[in-house]
Structures are given as structure tokens and as C-alpha cells.
């Protein structure tokens, strides 16, 4: 694929695509595999020989769960996603198409165009800077373009579920990244929304990358909205110079105790015996940026 301008340099490809080929290789074998194993077990059992039948009907029905397993995986049936990661931003092929709901926002080339949402698909929305992917066009983001990222993770093994914002992930919970299945929402300026799951290798650096990439861009313009007399809203917390809202509850910045991300939970605690706030990390936009924010607030009003 031609380099993009004005993204800097390459970093890492993320691609899907020899996950997806491997998953198609094995749906192919065991298919043929239980294609072979059921007529020889009909065979065997209708010529008196229940002893070969028998082992071969179980042998070919755990194919046939394995392929059915397999099949279940949404990569198998779709296009794979590959994401370029620069310096600068983000090459994703195949682009996002006009409407869905597993989407990421392209870089606009004017700027002006709203979108609805958008898929992985092989349309392009009019007005995306595209350059050619693999297997066709690749859209091009530029970090400007992301302006909010939502991090949840589950733990596998039966553990409870971790979730966590921004680029310690690892506050989400008390499992390693090992043990621990992350999803990445990100969302682009015009509300255009992408989702990065483990169908792609080494997605975690990603949404680390994505998140902290966020983060560093949205903390001040919030920062900056409220010193201004605006009112921020970050997931189900509003934000102002007077204190901090969730669900109609208000706790003032003079009894903020402190804000973080701990077990899955975006906390608020107060002083003074007032109810603490908290949302789950992983159904809340920017839980780190909100928590940073809080801190910055708290300085400039000399409420630490």
C-alpha cells in the first residue's frame, strides 16, 4: 500500500486477514472431515459393527461442534479488517461504508460532511480521503478526527468483567492483558463511530495508542470549555466550575475527594458523608479523560 502524506511514520499493521485464513482453513477441513466420518459410521453400524461406528459418529460430531465454533467467529463471514498505524493517524481498509453499526469516522477532506454511521463495507462516504488498501480503498483519520474512545474489557475464564478508559488499561480490573478479551469504541468529530475487537492481533497497543492519543487532545478543550462557563458532558457526568453531576446528584468541587478508575468503576468520592458518584468504565466515553479533567479542575480552583 502507498504511504499516505501527511501521517508520519509507520508504526504497526494490525490485520486480521491470516487469522481469517486460518479460520476458513480449519471450517474446510472439519467440514470435510464430518463429510467423511458420517456415510463410514452409517456404513460401520448398518454392517453390524457398532464398535468402529460408534467412536466414528462421536468423532464427527465433535468436528461438527468444532466447525459450527469456528463458523460462529463474525470474522469468518465478513471482509478483515487491516489497520495502519502512524504517527500521525490511521489507514483502515476496507473503508467505513454510509451506515451500520461496527464503523469508524474517515478523515474528512473539506471538513463539512455529518454522517450517520458507518460499517466496514466497500463504499466510501463522499467527501473521505481514501488511498488504496489491500483488496481496495483504505480510509485515512488523522488523530484531530477521533474526538472520544470508550475501553471495555472482559476477563475470560469466568472472572468478572473489567472495564477501563484511556491508555492504563490495566485500571480496569485485577486480571493481566492475558487474561483479558478488549473492545475499543472510538468516535470521530462528524459521530461517526468505530469498533476495534480481537479479531485484530495486538489490539490492545491500538486502543492504548487510540485512547492516549484522545486523551491528549480532548482534556485541554474540555479544560477549556469550562473555564469558559460551559457546561462539558462526558458520558452520564456533567461538568462545570461549579462541580461535578451525575443522575441529578451534585457534588461541589470543595467536597471532591477524589476521582479515579478502579474494578470497572469511573468513582467520584465526596467528603462530608455526600453520596459518591460512579458509572461502569466500559459503557462511559473517555472515563480517563474525565478523570484527568477532574484533577485539572480541582487545581485551578485550588480545591487539592
Do not use: N
Request: proline residues 7%; glycine residues 14%; contains cysteine.
Amino acid at each position: 500500500m502507498a504511504e499516505p502524506p501527511g501521517l508520519g511514520e509507520p508504526v504497526r499493521t494490525f490485520d486480521a486477514r491470516p487469522a481469517r485464513r486460518r479460520a476458513l482453513t480449519w471450517l474446510a477441513a472439519l467440514a470435510a472431515a464430518v463429510a467423511v466420518l458420517v456415510p463410514l459410521a452409517v456404513a460401520a453400524f448398518l454392517s453390524g459393527r457398532a464398535w468402529l461406528g460408534a467412536p466414528l459418529t462421536v468423532i464427527a460430531m465433535g468436528c461438527a461442534a468444532a466447525a459450527g465454533w469456528v463458523a460462529g467467529w463474525g470474522i469468518v463471514w465478513k471482509r478483515a479488517p487491516v489497520v495502519y498505524l502512524y504517527t500521525g493517524g490511521l489507514v483502515v481498509s476496507p473503508p467505513p461504508a454510509a451506515d451500520g453499526a461496527t464503523s469508524t469516522s474517515a478523515h474528512r477532506a473539506h471538513g463539512d460532511a455529518r454522517g450517520e454511521g458507518d460499517t466496514w463495507g466497500g463504499h466510501t462516504p463522499q467527501g473521505t480521503l481514501a488511498t488504496r488498501g489491500p483488496g481496495g480503498d483504505a480510509a485515512v483519520f488523522v488523530w484531530d478526527d477521533l474526538v472520544s474512545v470508550t475501553v471495555s474489557g472482559v476477563h475470560l475464564g469466568g472472572r468478572a468483567p473489567a472495564s477501563s478508559s484511556g491508555s492504563t488499561l490495566g485500571a480496569g480490573g485485577s486480571g493481566s492483558a492475558g487474561e483479558t478479551r478488549w473492545r475499543f469504541t472510538v468516535v470521530s468529530s462528524d459521530g461517526r463511530v468505530l469498533r476495534f475487537g480481537d479479531e485484530l492481533p495486538g489490539v490492545r497497543l491500538l486502543g492504548e495508542t487510540i485512547a492516549a492519543e484522545v486523551t491528549r487532545r480532548a482534556v485541554p478543550r474540555h479544560l477549556a470549555a469550562v473555564k469558559a462557563g460551559e457546561t462539558v458532558r462526558l458520558g452520564p457526568f456533567t461538568i462545570d466550575l461549579e462541580g461535578v453531576e451525575k443522575d441529578g446528584q451534585r457534588v461541589p468541587w470543595q467536597a471532591v475527594c477524589e476521582v479515579g478508575i478502579e474494578d470497572g468503576l469511573v468513582t467520584v468520592r465526596s467528603y462530608g458523608g455526600r453520596p459518591d458518584l460512579a458509572a461502569v468504565a466500559g459503557h462511559m466515553p473517555d472515563a480517563l479523560p474525565f478523570t484527568l479533567l477532574c484533577d485539572q479542575i480541582k487545581e485551578l480552583l485550588g480545591t487539592h
